[in-house]
């Protein structure tokens, strides 16, 4: 069954630095989603891209954040300069027709757990 | 502006029996509803939607849900719940026009026991 994944499981940086979180969504799935989820709270919107554009940005989406679609496969979301408060876990998703199935649920990956010390 | 509210945090049930897990939302025009399930260290997989047609959905795992319009409710439901049922289950709502994101409720943890 194909899925999404995501890279690294797990990041740890200094508070400062800049991050690049990886996805790689479903094959030929056309729209892609960041949204994180701090420790204890519900899951957020940052972002939605289509046809390698932002398509919708939450708040939180502020000039530190940047997504790209740099080939075929892969979605990064990159944070500048990453602050404590960005300590999140962080969902790609993405959705589109899957053989004989609809295209309006979005899948998500198993997370990256960014830890900013 | 879109809203969904699950009004319990924690919901305890014994194994094998029913359990159901709330969910009410606020959307301009037809929804589209969806519920979710986090294992811990997991990330959200999806159990089943609501976009049009008959009000009582099936998902995965014997869940199933339904949709009212009239109480703007779609209850997450099992007839017989097991222990591996235990997780954090999030319902999440979007508008059916264009790209446009999902919104989650704050998540309610379910906890079946033995």
């Known amino acids: 069954e194909p899925e999404v994944t995501q890279t690294p499981s797990h990041q740890v940086t200094q508070m400062g630095q800049e991050v690049i979180l990886r996805c790689v969504p479903i094959?030929?799935?056309?729209?892609f989603y960041w949204y994180r989820q701090i420790l204890g709270q519900k899951v957020e919107f940052l972002v939605s891209?289509?046809?390698?554009?932002?398509?919708?940005k939450s708040e939180i989406f502020d000039d530190q954040f940047s997504v790209e679609r740099p080939d075929g496969s892969n979605f990064t979301l990159k944070i500048r300069s990453t602050k404590l408060e960005d300590s999140a876990m962080y969902f790609c998703?993405?959705?589109?027709?899957?053989?004989?199935?609809?295209?309006?649920?979005?899948?998500f990956g198993p997370g990256t757990r960014l830890t900013v010390l | 502006a879109q809203s969904v509210a699950q009004p319990e945090d924690q919901v305890n049930v014994a194994e094998g029996n029913p359990l159901t897990v709330k969910c009410t939302y606020s959307v301009s025009g037809n929804p589209y509803l969806f519920w979710y399930v986090q294992y811990p260290n997991r990330g959200l997989q999806f159990l089943l939607k609501y976009i049009t047609g008959d009000n009582l959905v099936k998902g995965s795992y014997g869940f199933e849900a339904e949709f009212n319009k009239s109480q703007t409710s779609f209850h997450l439901k099992k007839p017989s719940a097991l222990v591996s049922d235990s997780a954090l289950y999030f319902c999440?709502?979007?508008?059916?026009?264009?790209?446009?994101?999902?919104?989650f409720g704050k998540g309610t943890r379910l906890s079946v026991i033995a």
């Open positions: 094959s030929n799935h056309l729209y």
């Open positions: 891209f289509y046809n390698n554009e932002i398509s919708e």
């Open positions: 998703a993405s959705r589109g027709r899957l053989a004989g199935g609809s295209y309006n649920e979005q899948f």
């Open positions: 999440a709502v979007r508008d059916p026009s264009g790209n446009t994101p999902l919104v």
